[in-house]
């Protein structure tokens, strides 16, 4: 299994720009999330997903879109990009609901 | 509001030491608990984690915490670290039910002198 995986692994963007960072894992898990991480600030949560078809925010919302299609895939989209964007996301899937989350490796963006 | 405190930003210990990683949380019900280490670069590996039943929890690389509800505390413990133990170590804790919502801490820095 290749667990979870994020692409790109780094990206460079202009103010305004939008993209989008993938994340799928392939262990058929229900529950997914995305986190950013910043220095000195732990891991915080952008949004997650209970199943496909199910997205809620998480504590820093904005700025941000998911959609979750699949069970595989949770892609995180930026709808302008923001020098305040710049951070290290990280996705993460979890069999249920009280479940060891598994994180993927991150994807590094900065936001120029 | 839910919160996890993680009061050492930066430890430094000497190989062979042992070792202790605070952890403290703020929740109105019983937690589930975690500690997760990362190295530079990388993602977050699972060292251990407390869901019920025994307090004092077992993890890879020789670590282990024990849960007090009394002190709403999760420390985690080494009794001999190793150089390669240096990385960052975060306490996170979420709710049953809470759809597997994790808070993080904001990690704690473990800097291993030789």
């Known amino acids: 299994n290749a667990g979870v995986t994020q692409t790109p692994k780094f990206q460079v963007l202009k103010t305004g720009q939008s993209m989008t960072l993938q994340c799928a894992q392939d262990?058929?898990?229900?529950?997914m999330s995305w986190y950013r991480q910043d220095p000195g600030m732990g891991l915080r949560l952008i949004h997650y997903?209970?199943?496909?078809?199910?997205?809620d925010q998480g504590e820093v919302p904005n700025g941000y879109n998911v959609s979750r299609s699949t069970t595989e895939d949770f892609p995180l989209r930026l709808l302008s990009a923001a020098p305040s964007q710049t951070s290290v996301y990280f996705c993460a899937s979890s069999p249920n609901d009280v479940g060891t989350q598994y994180f993927g490796p991150g994807t590094r963006l900065l936001v120029l | 509001a839910q919160s996890v405190t993680q009061p050492d930003i930066h430890i430094t210990v000497s190989e062979g030491a042992s070792l202790e990683l605070r952890c403290n949380y703020s929740y109105g019900a019983t937690p589930y608990l975690f500690w997760y280490v990362q190295s530079p670069g990388q993602g977050l590996q699972l060292l251990l984690k407390?869901?019920?039943?025994?307090?004092l929890v077992q993890g890879i690389k020789g670590f282990e915490a024990e849960f007090k509800r009394s002190q709403s505390s999760f420390n985690l413990r080494k009794p001999s670290v190793h150089w390669s133990d240096a990385a960052e170590y975060f306490c996170?804790?979420?709710?049953?039910?809470?759809?597997?919502?994790?808070?993080f801490g904001t990690g704690t820095q473990l800097k291993v002198e030789l």
């Open positions: 997903s209970v199943g496909a078809g199910i997205t």
């Open positions: 996170a804790v979420g709710l049953t039910g809470g759809g597997n919502k994790l808070t």
């Open positions: 407390y869901f019920s039943g025994d307090t």
């Open positions: 262990m058929n898990h229900e529950y």
